[in-house]
């Protein structure tokens, strides 16, 4: 072999190979490759097996539907089933209410970001504006997140420096969406005030991630019904014991009389 040419030995490739890996040897660089293959395929297939429960959910929904009532029907009295029932119907309502909500929040911020970026002429406004609204559904942390993706596409399309003056009008525009607007139309509708809308999230998103955040609300509402129902039922039987011994007294008084 000419003296130029420089000898190439397998030992020298997988030392190379080892140096940008790690250490890792071959074998471990392919499990590696066929766990990421492998967790793709699991991700894909978990999104297709939602996909197909929620179809036949809808297909069997009748049925599902008339099987809970007779499994209530057996196991608790009319009156217990009847409340259970109220209760059902009520966390029903609150996430249709929710969703309702959070639609309009997200039309109000994405229509709002959306002329905010056209003024700072961003390329794509419009696009970030949909996608602000979208990420909305998600509370007060959504929005935050949306807005730090829009901040970071302005510094990639037209440069640092308006970015960093543009994330100052969107934080704030962010800001007052999330602490004003938006527990604004939460409290609205769920009679609940903005600090415990703005707990109630936080905990969710602590205990359960992203769908604690997302169901938080609803089952809040549906909590504060029931605690409030409790709340009457007790002054009530108060206000009744209370009268009952203001007969019992006037009784008294009118039998000495």
């Known amino acids: 072999m000419p003296e130029f040419i420089p000898s190439i030995y397998i030992d020298d490739i997988f030392a190379i190979i080892r140096g940008y890996t790690d250490g890792s040897t ?15 395929f699991a991700g894909v297939f978990r999104t297709f097996l939602t996909i197909v429960s929620s179809i036949y959910l809808l297909i ?10 007779r499994l209530l029907g057996a ?3 009319d009156k ?8 059902c119907g009520k966390l029903n309502f609150n996430f249709r209410q929710y969703i309702y909500v959070q639609t309009i929040d997200g039309l109000i911020l994405g229509s709002l970001m ?7 002429r961003s390329p794509h406004a419009i696009t970030l504006g949909i996608m602000l609204g979208i990420v909305n559904y998600i509370p007060y942390f959504g929005s935050i997140f ?3 993706i829009a901040a970071i596409v302005m510094a990639f399309t037209q440069g640092l420096g308006t970015a960093a003056f543009a994330s100052i009008f969107m934080f704030g525009l962010q800001q007052l969406d999330g602490n004003v607007i938006q527990p604004k139309l939460m409290g609205g509708s769920f009679s609940l005030s903005p600090l415990l809308v703005i707990i109630s999230v936080t905990i969710g998103g602590a205990y359960a991630g992203m769908l604690g955040m997302l169901v938080a609300i609803p ?17 009530e039987q108060k206000l009744a014991m209370v009268n009952m011994e203001e007969d ?4 008294e008084e009118a039998t000495w009389l």
């Open 80 to 87: 217990n089933k009847a409340t259970i029932l109220k209760y």
């Open 248 to 251: 019992e007294t006037a009784e």
């Open 60 to 69: 069997e929904m009748e049925r599902l539907h008339a099987f809970t009532l």
């Open 146 to 148: 949306g807005t730090l």
């Open 26 to 40: 071959p074998g471990d660089i392919v499990a590696s490759v066929f766990a990421g293959f492998g967790g793709a």
């Open 219 to 235: 089952i809040v509402a549906l909590l504060k019904d029931i605690l409030d129902s409790f709340i009457e039922y007790r002054e």
């Open 114 to 120: 959306t002329g905010l970026l056209l003024l700072f």
């Open 75 to 77: 196991v608790f009295s």
